[in-house]
T-cell receptor
Framework: DVKVTQSSRYLVKRTGEKVFLECVQD?????MFWYRQDPGLGLRLIYF???????EKGDIPEGYSVSREKKERFSLILESASTNQTSMYLC???????????????FGSGTQLSVL | RKEVEQDPGPFNVPEGATVAFNCTYS??????FFWYRQDCRKEPKLLMS???SGNEDGRFTAQLNRASQYISLLIRDSKLSDSATYLC????????????FGTGTKLQVIP
């Protein structure tokens, strides 16, 4: 079974701290994604990566950066955490291409980040 | 108009009932469509893809209406275990690179 692992289930940080959220997948997927999920707003794409060292902005990249140095690992960085970044963060991965085998997103179990 | 719209519910239905959800999308050129299921405090998981010809998986039927730009999910003979939030997902370009999620429809199946 495909596994997408996020480093922390719950995280509490202070305003202004630098925060790293790590995500690792074990299925050699090219695509990896970071979403945040907020009540009433659904899942919103922050960044995605379709290859090592490649990244593309999603719908809400402001205040975030990402790093993909190895294919299996995709990190989300909050340079200076703010209270409006309190949210559930979900990492996902997928094979590329329409009609690809297993055409779906595999999600990690999420990190609930609270910024105080 | 939002890119993907769903009725948030909740839909409270008795066990054994049939329930249907719709989801409308604004981009007429969208390529692929999916329904995901998300249990409380869990990650979303793919329930089924939605094909132009419609598709069925056991008690679940998904349909696509391109002319009216909506997809639907029908659940027959509802079980308690069907209680979850159902997320509509639209992929404008295909390839799962910039999909858009609806905010979800909450279903509660009551004994």
């Amino acid at each position: 079974d495909v596994k997408v692992t996020q480093s922390s289930r719950y995280l509490v940080k202070r305003t202004g701290e630098k925060v790293f959220l790590e995500c690792v997948q074990d299925m050699d997927h090219e695509n990896m994604f970071w979403y945040r999920q907020d009540p009433g707003l659904g899942l919103r794409l922050i960044y995605f990566s379709y290859d090592v060292k490649m990244k593309e902005k999603g719908d809400i990249p402001e205040g975030y950066s990402v790093s993909r140095e190895k294919k299996e690992r995709f990190s989300l960085i909050l340079e200076s955490a703010s209270t409006n970044q309190t949210s559930m963060y979900l990492c996902a991965s997928s094979f590329p291409g329409i009609g690809a085998t297993n055409e779906k997103l595999f999600f990690g179990s999420g990190t609930q980040l609270s910024v105080l | 108009r939002k890119e993907v719209e769903q009725d948030p519910g909740p839909f409270n239905v008795p066990e054994g009932a049939t329930v249907a959800f719709n989801c409308t999308y604004s981009n007429s050129a969208s390529q692929s469509f999916f329904w995901y299921r998300q249990d409380c405090r869990k990650e979303p998981k793919l329930l089924m893809s939605v094909y132009s010809s419609g598709n069925e998986d056991g008690r679940f039927t998904a349909q696509l209406n391109r002319a009216s730009q909506y997809i639907s999910l029908l659940i027959r003979d509802s079980k308690l275990s069907d209680s979850a939030t159902y997320l509509c997902v639209v992929d404008p370009q295909g390839g799962y690179q910039k999909v858009t999620f609806g905010t979800g429809t909450k279903l509660q199946v009551i004994p």
